[in-house]
């Protein structure tokens, strides 16, 4: 099997959308790889895991799935029908009866956090200056500007409510920690990656590498699809 026998899709985390991963999608389709971007809505968990299933429809053989911070939670309860692999980018991985908030606020939150706190709607917006102190600090003014003018809110259904059980209890997963981490604190991710057995990369970069070191992640996903193709 070859690399371009795989599918990779890949699903943006909170306050993102699909152009989040442009860089990385860019990249792997130079390699001919088959990459799509799953528009999730960010309504509900439940409502997100079925606009991923929706995207995993329109793809054909194995799939490796990557999902960015809140994502993490949204790939792990996808159609197991062909993912062969998931990879986690600074990303939210809570187990069978967690909800993603537990795991967000498990530990000490980093100072420049921003505070969060959801509309009358229900719907938790970003601070337009969080992108810069926070999401993605090492990115550039034109990154920022385009992260805040396309964010998305993610509402408080998406991460008040318990997950079933997760894809990666039987499906081999990769875990990219981002040491800059200002929104989901490194500590964090060590102790998801190392629960769920994980092969890990740790690199020096902040919360959206899949925008500011997309090379990273690049690498990171073609390792699962050489896991996938046995080349």
């Known amino acids: 099997m070859a690399m371009k026998d795989v599918s990779v899709v890949v699903a943006h985390g909170a306050w993102a959308d699909g152009s989040s991963w442009a860089r990385v999608i860019t990249a792997l389709g130079s390699a001919g790889t088959r990459v799509s971007a799953a528009p999730l809505p960010l309504t509900s968990l439940a409502d997100d895991v079925a606009a991923l299933n929706r995207s995993l429809?329109?793809?054909?053989?194995?799939?490796?799935?990557?999902?960015?911070?809140?994502?993490?939670?949204?790939?792990?309860?996808?159609?197991?029908?062909?993912?062969?692999?998931?990879?986690?980018?600074?990303?939210?991985?809570?187990?069978e009866g967690e909800k993603v908030a537990d795991l967000f606020y498990r530990a000490k939150l980093h100072p420049q956090a921003p505070k969060l706190?959801?509309?009358?709607?229900?719907?938790?917006?970003?601070?337009?200056?969080?992108?810069?102190?926070?999401?993605?600090?090492?990115?550039?003014?034109?990154?920022?500007?385009?992260?805040?003018?396309?964010?998305?809110?993610?509402?408080?259904?998406?991460?008040?409510?318990?997950?079933?059980?997760?894809?990666?209890?039987?499906?081999?997963?990769?875990?990219?920690?981002?040491?800059?981490?200002?929104?989901?604190?490194?500590?964090?991710?060590?102790?998801?990656?190392?629960?769920?057995?994980a092969k890990t990369e740790a690199h020096t970069v902040d919360h959206a590498p899949i925008v500011t070191a997309p090379t990273a992640v690049v690498g990171m996903i073609k390792d699962a699809i050489h896991s996938v193709t046995g080349s």
């Open 57 to 95: 429809d329109r793809t054909e053989g194995p799939i490796v799935l990557a999902g960015h911070a809140y994502a993490g939670a949204v790939i792990a309860l996808a159609r197991p029908d062909r993912v062969r692999a998931l990879v986690y980018v600074a990303a939210l991985a809570p187990d």
């Open 117 to 197: 706190a959801p509309n009358r709607g229900g719907l938790i917006w970003l601070p337009e200056e969080a992108f810069e102190t926070a999401f993605a600090q090492d990115a550039s003014p034109d990154d920022w500007a385009v992260l805040a003018a396309v964010q998305r809110p993610i509402s408080l259904n998406c991460i008040t409510v318990p997950v079933g059980r997760p894809l990666w209890k039987g499906v081999p997963s990769w875990f990219l920690v981002a040491e800059k981490d200002r929104m989901i604190v490194p500590e964090t991710q060590r102790y998801m990656a190392a629960r769920m057995m």
